[in-house]
Structures are given as C-alpha cells and as structure tokens.
Nanobody, 122 residues
Framework: QVQLVESGGGLVQAGGSLRLSCAAS???????MGWFRQAPGKEREFVAT????????YYASSVKGRFAISRDNAKNTVYLQMNSLKPEDTAVYHC????????????????WGQGTQVTVHH
C-alpha cells in the first residue's frame, strides 16, 4: 500500500496561487487520486479527483475553474494547482488514494496523507 506525503501549503493573500504536491512512496498508477480539505470545525470535504491515467478529472463546484488537479505517474506525484484563492479555501488539504473506480466520496478512499495547511488571508 502506498504512503502519501503532501507539501506546498502555506500562507497566501486572497487572489494568490499555490501548488500542492502529493508524493507517494510507491506506484500511484493503479490508484484514483483525490484531494480533500478540512476547515476548523467542519467535516472533510471533496475538492478534486483524477483517474488513474489522468484522462478524467472532477471538481467540487466551489473550486471548479480555479483549481486544477494533475498527476505524473512517472514521479508518483499528484498536484493541485490553486488559483484565485479565497479566505474560504483556508483548510488542511489532504491527498488520498483508492483503487478501482473514480469517486468523490471521502469514505471510498483508503489511503490518506497527513495534510498540509493552506491559509488565505484578506
């Protein structure tokens, strides 16, 4: 089973950009990869997901058009490019993996990283 480590979080001004990375200890090519986020006092929510070959991506409505998920299976790494950031994007962002079919449901993912903090200020 792969292990996931996120990086790239930080403090950014509203309207700015960040790129998160998720590095896997093993091969990711067999896994659907997703990004989820959890703000203080809220449940972890779906952000974006990408199929094994990268041909299909899906986004939460709150980030569609601003965020882009991509993957490099040769590097066993998944990325989340975040543009036009808003204060409401502030959360801990977690990378996750699952075999099989693509899913936007948190419970379907069985491998999780520890997360990286993203803070967007006015």
């Amino acid at each position: 089973q792969v292990q996931l480590v996120e990086s790239g979080g930080g403090l950014v001004q509203a309207g700015g950009s960040l790129r998160l990375s998720c590095a896997a200890s093993g091969r990711t090519s067999a896994y659907v990869m997703g990004w989820f986020r959890q703000a203080p006092g809220k449940e972890r929510e779906f952000v974006a997901t990408i199929t094994q070959g990268g041909a299909n991506t899906y986004y939460a409505s709150s980030v569609k058009g601003r965020f882009a998920i991509s993957r490099d299976n040769a590097k066993n790494t998944v990325y989340l490019q975040m543009n036009s950031l808003k204060p409401e994007d502030t959360a801990v962002y977690h990378c996750a993996a699952k075999p099989g079919l693509v899913s936007t449901t948190r419970a379907n993912y069985n491998v999780w990283g520890q997360g990286t903090q993203v803070t967007v200020h006015h």
